[in-house]
């Protein structure tokens, strides 16, 4: 079946060329932004954050005597430092997989005066198994069960060793562990009274804007202190979570093509062209998605920043925390009403 219909595939990419494909598109973008942005706004959106964050990297990287070229040039480079890459060799797989546990029970400690309750449950750090790598994300986590039976888990797709330079790492963890995916999960699986379904929804913006979120605590708190680099990590982080509105309504809802994605990507953000590739290929095949991290981020911060002037002097970060995550993951509109 799959030989005889491609010869019937076409190249392009993007939702829009399929029937009703504008408003199927309008409609995916709603379902994982969770506002009522046009593809337009968020189109628009995304290139102010790129701007901005760029910004940000290009002062990052000029502190470390690192200012010749473009900011996604300089990316390109420090990505091939051989001071930033662990061996790209079973024995260097287990060396980054040392260092990300390292990192996240720093991350453990560091997290345990800025929540009511954190949590108890254990947390691992695996590989992505061999065989499912290919067509395997780059890094994404696995909540515990529901029992406590089976502890929280983060993958890590270790294909090439040489996709993850040791300064995007820290990210890395606090993003899908501590405070970001794992932390979050087992929070809601440890809060007894909350509803077995509230437990488990999932909404992208919420999920993964509490998990960009949480990269933003990791900074406030310390954790990249004296690690220069790590920040510039921070930031490619979300860089590459802002390029990802551009690219994914850019394909989408534009016409961009495969190829004008993946050099818009290096270009910009500064990955090796292997995590480009799977990272563009995602978008095409699940519209609208992409766009979740760093709108859910903005407004998560626009919401925090909108209850500290609310409150003034009676602002409670760990309170805070609570009004976020207690109710379990929800639409965004839904938030800011429980916010509020």
Not at 57 to 76: H, I, M, N, Y
């Amino acid at each position: 079946v799959l030989a005889a219909m491609r010869p019937r595939a076409g190249m392009a990419p993007a939702a829009s060329r399929l029937p009703d494909g504008e408003r199927f598109y309008a409609l995916a973008l709603r379902t994982h932004i969770t506002t009522t942005h046009s593809p337009e706004e968020a189109h628009r959106i995304g290139l102010d954050q790129v701007a901005a964050i760029t910004a940000e990297v290009d002062a990052l990287l000029k502190a470390q005597g690192r200012g010749t070229g473009s900011v996604g040039e300089r990316l390109v480079a420090l990505n091939a430092d051989p001071t930033q890459l662990f061996a790209n060799d079973d024995k260097g797989r287990a060396d980054l997989i040392a260092y990300l546990n390292g990192v996240m029970a720093a991350a453990r400690a560091g997290m345990q005066s800025y929540f009511n309750k954190p949590p108890a449950a254990a947390m691992d750090i695996r590989r992505v198994p061999p065989a499912i790598e290919l067509g395997a994300p780059r890094g994404y986590a696995s909540p515990g069960s529901l029992d406590g039976s089976r502890p929280g888990a983060f993958y890590i797709n270790l294909h090439d060793v040489h996709d993850w330079p040791k300064y995007t790492l820290p990210t890395l963890v606090y993003h899908e562990a501590v405070p970001g995916h794992l932390w979050h999960g087992a929070i809601l699986q440890e809060t007894k009274d909350l509803p077995l379904l509230h437990q488990n929804l999932y909404f992208s913006a919420f999920t993964e804007g509490w998990a960009l979120y949480g990269e933003q605590l990791a900074a406030e708190t310390g954790l990249y202190d004296g690690n220069p680099f790590g920040k510039v990590g921070w930031q490619q982080s979300f860089l590459y979570r802002a390029a990802r509105i551009v690219l994914d309504t850019g394909i989408h809802a534009k016409g961009w093509s495969r190829d004008k994605a993946i050099a818009y990507m290096i270009e910009t953000v500064g990955l090796t062209r292997s995590a480009v590739e799977n990272e563009v290929d995602r978008y095409c095949v699940w519209p609208g998605q992409a766009c979740g991290y760093k709108m859910g981020h903005t407004e998560i911060a626009r919401l925090r920043e909108v209850s500290k002037q609310a409150l003034g002097q009676r602002f409670d970060l760990k309170g805070w925390h609570d009004a976020v995550l207690l109710g379990g993951s929800m639409p965004l509109e839904v938030l800011g009403q429980v916010i509020a």
